[in-house]
């Protein structure tokens, strides 16, 4: 399996309060990938990295940054949580073949 | 954005059974990848394929492109209660990393 992990793996927060998902990779990996999940509309994309300080946005980019200092550390921020953000967050890796993505397991946000 | 229907939303098969799944494009497809996802678990990658009328197998599963009609096809022979879950079809756009998924279709194998 790919070494990726995300943390923290459930997190229950409060509207309004800043919240950061971190996703580290030991594959020394180019590319890296912020999901979200959700009934009705599947896995899409928010945010995703081609090199460290190099960030791009996907299809759900509103309310969501990142941050990617080091190759190995994708970090996800919703600045002030709402309850649209309840979600479950993927990370995934890739190098070389866009598509052939590595995901973590996963971290499950709930926004009261 | 390019778009991905996958059909059917959800199937319950009788072990041993044989199964199709489609994935249809609305966009040209450029490389188009199929997962499964285990309930409360990341996806894992199953194959790749890229050029019309490509094959490829994994096992019992085997995936084809029909570049023609814009759609791939997830094939299981034999059906096993391991092989349920959650399968996703997502396609790349050209020049572009992003990767774009349709919704899935969720498997039950009845032992």
């Known amino acids: 399996d790919a070494g990726i992990t995300q943390s923290p793996r459930h997190k229950v927060t409060e509207t309004g309060t800043p919240v950061t998902l971190r996703c580290h990779q030991t594959?020394?990996?180019?590319?890296m990938y912020w999901y979200r999940q959700d009934p009705g509309h599947g896995l899409r994309l928010i945010h995703y990295s081609y090199g460290v300080k190099d960030t791009d946005k996907g299809e759900v980019s509103d309310g969501y940054s990142v941050s990617r200092s080091k190759t190995e550390d994708f970090l996800l921020t919703l600045e002030s949580a709402t309850s649209s953000q309840t979600s479950v967050y993927f990370c995934?890796?890739?190098?070389?073949?866009?598509?052939?993505?590595?995901f973590g397991p996963g971290t499950r946000l709930t926004v009261l | 954005s390019q778009e991905l229907e996958q059909s059917p939303q959800s199937l319950i098969v009788q072990e041993g059974k044989n199964l199709t799944i489609n994935c249809t494009s609305s966009?040209?497809?450029?490389?188009l990848y199929w997962y499964k996802q285990k309930y409360g678990e990341g996806l894992i990658f199953l194959m790749m394929l890229q050029k019309g009328g490509e094959e490829k197998s994994h096992e019992k599963i085997t995936a084809k492109l029909d570049e023609k009609k814009q759609q791939s096809s997830l094939h299981i022979t034999a059906s096993q209660p391991s092989h349920a879950g959650i399968y996703l079809c997502?396609?790349?756009?050209?020049?572009?990393?992003?990767?774009?998924f349709g919704k899935g279709t969720k498997l039950s194998v009845i032992p």
């Open positions: 995934a890796i890739s190098e070389g073949v866009p598509g052939e993505q590595f």
């Open positions: 966009k040209t497809l450029y490389g």
């Open positions: 997502g396609a790349d756009r050209a020049g572009s990393y992003q990767l774009t």
């Open positions: 594959e020394n990996h180019r590319y």
